[in-house]
Structures are given as structure tokens and as C-alpha cells.
């Protein structure tokens, strides 16, 4: 008797589901940064802006990476349904912090899919998933570094501060 | 889909309740649905896609709702010209056989990581 199921695909269901979760979170992840660009953009922020525009182009290319992956390997990725989010916010600082929740949130989320591959000891998307890890230490590290920008900055200095914020990069990451 | 009529003797049965069997063709590499007297042959992805389909369905919603639109559920699997009109124990019964068979889907697999093979 054929595997059908296995002829069909490598990946398991519970881990095809996990990744489906993953790209509903990034693209979450895509539409929250956004509205935090927009936010940025119509309070006079614009090199915040600028770095918010870029991330949720960043994290569509993460969803669309993880969407791809499913597609090669016969699976079924699924375009998800992107809830509403915040537009408003109360102190672009308050934007950098709910960022880094974000990032802390998506790496968690990585985490129990990698848990998830090694209970079904799926390799190839393991190995995938470590592209992930790495990318979350650096996204973790800039929204973190962000947030510290703000106790080093004097809040008079407004412009600066913006403009520092979006000059954060991180270019010590150990595994390269 | 392949429009099938009848049972074939080379399909294989995956699993069976009172209200239906699903059968697994090896030639075709097709899963075979018999569910209402009718048989709908469906890829692996097809068959997935569908058991999610009926999964998805708030039993809750047609339970406990008065509003007539639902007391019955449309369902049309993946890439075939057959419809499901389902009451809410038609939904159950589905549910049921669907499940069974994916899990037996399933054990097939396990066994074949283990290396034995079922004839």
C-alpha cells in the first residue's frame, strides 16, 4: 500500500500547520509596523518612518520566504487573514516598545516551531527555521538598542534621537 | 477528480463507519470517499484540504442558532463538481470518517519510517 500522504509531501501536518501560523504572524508582524510607519510619518518622524517602512517590508519577505518553502515542498500554504491593528499610538516610544514585543513575540513563535520539527523529526525545516533564529537575535538586538536610545538621548532632542533610532543596525551577529 | 461510479476491487480500504468508507487507490493515487452513497475520488492534498474544510465548520454555530441558513452546511471539496449539503449530524458523521482515515493515513506513514510495509 502507497504512503499517499508522504508521496504527497515531506512536511508533517502539525508542522505545516505551525508555519501557516507563522506566516499569519509575520504578516501581522508586516501590517503592525505599517501602521507604525504611518504613525511616524504623520508626526514629523520620518527617519522612524523610514525604518518602520522598511521592517514590514522585511517581515513580508519573512512570510513570503516560509510561503515559498510550503509551495516547493507540496504542501499547503495558506494567505492569511491579517486582522486589524493598532494606528495609533501614544509616544514614539511607545512604537519602538511595542516593536520590540512584537520581535520577542515572533521569536518565541520560531522557537516552538523548530521543538515542533524535532518532535517530527523534520530536518529540512529545521534547517530553515535556523535562517529564523539568527534573524530574531538581530531584530531583537535593534529594537532593543532602540529602546536604550531613549534614556541616552535627551527628550529635547527630539530630531537627533529620530535620527540616531534609524541608524541602528547590527553588524556582530556570531553566527556569520 | 475522477468521476467514479462504482467500487473498484483494487482500492483499499482505509476506514469504515456506519455512514461511509474511504478507500485508497494505489493505480490512481487517489482517496476515495464513499459518503452518501456517492464515491468522490480525491488527491492526498484534495483530501487534506477537504478534512480541513469540515473541520473548520462552527457545529456550535449550527447548533445552537434558530436562523435557517444554519441548519445546513455547502461543502465542495477541492477541484470537483460534487456538492455536500450537510445537516448538522451529516457534519458529525463526516467529521468522524474523515478523521478515522487520516489517522490511519498516518499509521501508514509510521510504518513506513519503521520500515515495514503494508501489502
Given at each position: 500500500m502507497k504512503d499517499l500522504v508522504r508521496l504527497r509531501t515531506p512536511i508533517k501536518e502539525s508542522v505545516e500547520l505551525a508555519l501557516n501560523q507563522q506566516i499569519q504572524m509575520e504578516m501581522v508582524s508586516s501590517s503592525k509596523y505599517l501602521a507604525m510607519a504611518g504613525w511616524c510619518d504623520r508626526n514629523g518622524f520620518d527617519y522612524s518612518a523610514g525604518f518602520f517602512y522598511k521592517q514590514s517590508e522585511e517581515e513580508r519577505g519573512h512570510a513570503m520566504k516560509l510561503f515559498h518553502y510550503l509551495c516547493d515542498q507540496g504542501a499547503t500554504a495558506i494567505s492569511p487573514e491579517v486582522p486589524a491593528v493598532a494606528q495609533e499610538f501614544d509616544t514614539l516610544r511607545s512604537v519602538f516598545e511595542g516593536a520590540l514585543e512584537q520581535e520577542i513575540a515572533v521569536t518565541d513563535s520560531i522557537n516552538r516551531i523548530i521543538s515542533v520539527c524535532r518532535r517530527e523529526n523534520d530536518f529540512a525545516t529545521e534547517e530553515l527555521m535556523k535562517w529564523y533564529v539568527k534573524e530574531q537575535m538581530e531584530e531583537e538586538y535593534i529594537a532593543r538598542r532602540c529602546l536604550d536610545l531613549f534614556d541616552q538621548i535627551p527628550a529635547d532632542q527630539i530630531f537627533e534621537l529620530d535620527k540616531q533610532l534609524s541608524k541602528v543596525t547590527y553588524d556582530g551577529n556570531v553566527f556569520e | 477528480?475522477?468521476?467514479?461510479?462504482?467500487?473498484?476491487?483494487?482500492?483499499?480500504?482505509?476506514?469504515?463507519?456506519?455512514?461511509?468508507?474511504?478507500?485508497?487507490?494505489?493505480?490512481?493515487?487517489?482517496?476515495?470517499?464513499?459518503?452518501?452513497?456517492?464515491?468522490?475520488?480525491?488527491?492526498?492534498?484534495?483530501?487534506?484540504?477537504?478534512?480541513?474544510?469540515?473541520?473548520?465548520?462552527?457545529?456550535?454555530?449550527?447548533?445552537?442558532?434558530?436562523?435557517?441558513?444554519?441548519?445546513?452546511?455547502?461543502?465542495?471539496?477541492?477541484?470537483?463538481?460534487?456538492?455536500?449539503?450537510?445537516?448538522?449530524?451529516e457534519v458529525i458523521h463526516l467529521r468522524e470518517l474523515l478523521s478515522g482515515a487520516q489517522t490511519m493515513l498516518e499509521l501508514n506513514s509510521l510504518l513506513r519510517e519503521c520500515g515495514c510495509r503494508l501489502p
Open positions: - | 477528480m475522477y468521476t467514479v461510479s462504482s467500487r473498484s476491487t483494487d482500492w483499499i480500504e482505509i476506514f469504515r463507519t456506519d455512514k461511509g468508507v474511504v478507500y485508497q487507490c494505489d493505480a490512481t493515487q487517489r482517496l476515495i470517499l464513499a459518503f452518501w452513497d456517492t464515491y468522490t475520488a480525491l488527491s492526498a492534498r484534495d483530501f487534506a484540504q477537504f478534512r480541513r474544510m469540515v473541520e473548520t465548520i462552527d457545529v456550535r454555530q449550527m447548533a445552537l442558532s434558530t436562523d435557517l441558513a444554519h441548519d445546513v452546511e455547502i461543502l465542495t471539496p477541492p477541484r470537483s463538481e460534487r456538492c455536500y449539503v450537510l445537516t448538522l449530524c
